[in-house]
């Protein structure tokens, strides 16, 4: 296929729409074949009509394209601005003033014919991008006749009342009168729901056999129990509701590995229905493989947790070849986070107990990472009277508590791997830096815990990533090792499974510390060109005191200092956490990020440090917040009447000033 088939294939499928998700692969090979500028030329009016309506990525190259042509319909700028500047994203509608800013210093008679895009940047939603736009404003106001003047006059009341004085002094008019009352507090955070009661399973074979599958965790987890419970009370019914999954058992067994829950539980009704007729897996098919008997995939082969899921569908069918099922699950939740009720699982096991079976090891340990961190007395006593090995285990886990593994998060380059901090070295285009998880325990004696909560060799992680959904409710008591967990399929590479943010709402609603592996996953998502998901997850963290404030700031200062993400594009989502009440938690972050990313001796602040600022001080003043940031002392000491430093003048003086503070 020619080059130019495979941009005009890119091109086309821009055109015809859809989310960034359906478009990440096009946008990643339009780049790659990087369109010379006659190929751009070519193609100028398709990315102009991508401007005002495409997903954000898309947008982006467009408009980064269009800015290297210099022979452009001034008509079909003029509109292109127009819808560009009208777009939610800040990043996008930043850029775009970026491009507005040139045009008019080229063409400074086009400044009236621009002015109704401007008009639409200075109504943004960020202070951060209103601010940029007014500096436009200010700068080419002398270029302006009467109705571009007038123009501008009319969004003075859409303006902040410091933008609108700026903006008023230099086209006239009269700014918002109201100003911002000094006790101006958000709305109050609203309490997150409290979690659901897990689906209970279904009261007979024919309502178990005819629920319809799903690709979800529930399934994954009441497939299996419904099949063990009906299995032990009325297994000839179950042999007959399942005879035709049966048949398509067959079709897996010359499959060395089954990566998939739905063809575990093939093998099973297939096992129920004919014994035996399962003949083990022929043999690798690999040159240096050495087939496992019991059929599941290798510790390098998949992601921990998904090697884990499969493990316990593996032993239920092993105990079903074996005739040693036992009468029920352990591990099955009773919430809609994974968690599992202690009393209910002191239930399961003197069931267990009753029928003199033994639980089968991985659900055993599965139901005891399910555990909630606080346990009602009433239940520990009635746990110690528990006579079995698991029972007494059982007793130990409910007594002590969680196990609490050791997580964090190291920056490290990819060339030597060295550590990487801000205090070390600069940053070097010829350097690209990695995230490396780190998880670790103490070993516990419970070999499938350790395995999962031990330390992950890093070849072994980012290829994989199986059933990311299901993850969370594997460790709803242990957040930040399913974050950790997470962290490879940080969206960095196309061929790799992406963990998104319904991924993180549900570890966001799970039990244990959160720390940096947790904090990196939001500042992930709250330095996209969209910051909605990640405002929203934070806010929901706010909202149950789980924040990792401090972790969050650190994390988001090296996020975008090391990487493509953008700063504004964060700022703009802490904007919007704070004026929908997590202004206490946002000044947190602000606090802790301010360190790592103010600019040392001689240099110049990075994108949007300046901005970061402006915010600091606006919800250090709503949060009442006091107490020196020594970093912040020298810029605010400078003589210098630059933007920046004013904005570190302001916010130094409101924290260190005797009447602030709550």
């Known amino acids: 296929m020619s080059r130019q088939m495979l941009l005009d294939g890119c091109v086309s499928r821009f055109l015809r729409g859809g989310d960034a998700q359906d478009l ?14 006659a190929e751009v030329e070519a193609r100028a ?24 042509l210099d022979r452009l319909d001034p008509a079909d700028v003029t509109e292109a601005l127009e819808g560009l500047l009208f777009r939610a994203e800040a990043g996008l509608v930043r850029a775009g003033l970026a491009w507005l800013d040139q045009v008019v210093r080229q063409a400074p008679e086009r400044a009236d014919e621009l002015v109704p895009a401007l008009a639409s940047a200075l109504g943004h939603q960020a202070y951060a991008v209103q601010e940029r736009a007014v500096r436009v404003a200010v700068k080419h106001a002398r270029h302006l006749g009467p109705l571009g003047a007038e123009t501008l006059r009319e969004a003075l009341a859409a303006l902040p009342p410091d933008l609108g004085g700026r903006l008023a002094a230099a086209v006239g008019g009269e700014a918002a009168p109201q100003e911002e009352p000094e006790d101006f ?84 009704a297939g096992e129920l229905v004919d014994p035996g007729a399962d003949p083990g897996p022929a043999g690798p098919r690999r040159p240096g493989h050495q087939a496992r008997p019991d059929r599941l995939p290798g510790e390098r082969d998949i992601s921990r947790p998904h090697r884990f899921l499969l493990r316990r569908y593996a032993e239920v069918l092993a105990a079903l070849k074996a005739d040693a099922l036992p009468p029920l699950l352990l591990a099955t939740p009773t919430a809609a986070t994974g968690h599992l009720d202690p009393a209910e699982f002191v239930s399961r096991l003197e069931a267990v107990e009753a029928a003199g079976a033994e639980p089968l090891p991985a659900d055993f340990q599965q139901a005891l990472l399910r555990l909630p961190g606080t346990v009602p007395p009433e239940v520990v006593a ?20 969680p196990v609490a593994p050791e997580t964090g998060v190291s920056w490290r380059y990819t060339e030597n791997m060295d550590d990487y901090s801000f205090e070390e070295r600069e940053p070097c285009a010829a350097f690209h830096t990695r995230i490396i998880p780190r998880l670790r325990v103490e070993p516990t004696g419970l070999t499938h815990i350790d395995e999962l909560l031990g330390g992950v060799p890093a070849g072994t992680w980012g290829e994989h990533g199986g059933h990311l959904d299901w993850w ?4 709803p008591s242990h957040r930040d090792a399913i974050a950790a967990h997470y962290l490879p399929h940080l969206p960095h590479h196309w061929s790799r499974p992406e963990v998104r943010p319904a991924h993180v709402e549900m570890l966001a609603a799970g039990e244990g510390p959160a720390g940096e592996p947790t904090a990196l996953l939001l500042a992930s998502f709250l330095a996209r060109r969209d910051p909605s998901e990640g405002v929203r997850l934070l806010l929901r963290m706010a909202a149950a005191g789980d924040l990792p404030a401090d972790a969050l700031g650190r994390q988001l200062a090296l996020l975008t200092a090391r990487t493509d993400a953008k700063l504004p594009h964060a700022t703009a989502g802490l904007e919007a956490a704070a004026r929908q009440g997590a202004y206490r938690e946002v000044w947190a972050v602000i606090r802790a990020a301010l360190p790592h990313l103010l600019p040392r001796a001689g240099q110049r602040p990075g994108a949007g440090v300046n901005d970061l600022v402006i915010l600091g001080a606006t919800v250090a003043r709503w949060a009442g917040a006091r107490g020196e940031i020594p970093e912040l002392v020298p810029f605010a000491d400078r003589r210098s009447s630059s933007a920046f430093t004013r904005g570190c003048r302001r916010l130094h003086g409101l924290l260190t000033s005797p009447e602030t503070g709550a």
């Not at 990643?28 to 010379?36: S, W």
């Not at 690709?215 to 129990?225: C, H, L």
């Open 185 to 268: 507090t958000p709305p109050e955070l609203a309490a997150p729901e409290p979690p659901g009661p897990f689906p209970g399973l279904p009261a007979s074979v024919a309502g178990f056999a005819g629920e319809r599958w799903a690709y979800t965790w529930q399934s994954g987890e009441r497939w299996p129990a419904g099949f063990v419970r009906f299995a032990a009370t009325d297994r000839e019914a179950l042999r007959v509701a399942l005879s035709g999954m049966a048949r398509r058992a067959a079709g897996l067994y010359g499959r060395e590995e089954w990566y998939a829950p739905q063809d575990w539980f093939t093998a099973m």
């Open 472 to 475: 969370p409710a594997v460790l």
């Open 24 to 37: 990440r692969f096009f946008a990643r090979l339009h780049e790659l074949l990087e369109p010379a500028y």
């Open 382 to 401: 009635r746990a110690g009277r528990l006579t079995s090995e698991a029972g007494r285990r059982a007793a130990r886990r409910l007594e002590d508590g």
């Open 45 to 68: 009016r398709d990315y102009l009509r991508l401007l005002p309506t495409a997903p954000g990525p898309v947008a982006e190259l467009s408009l980064a394209h269009l800015r290297r």
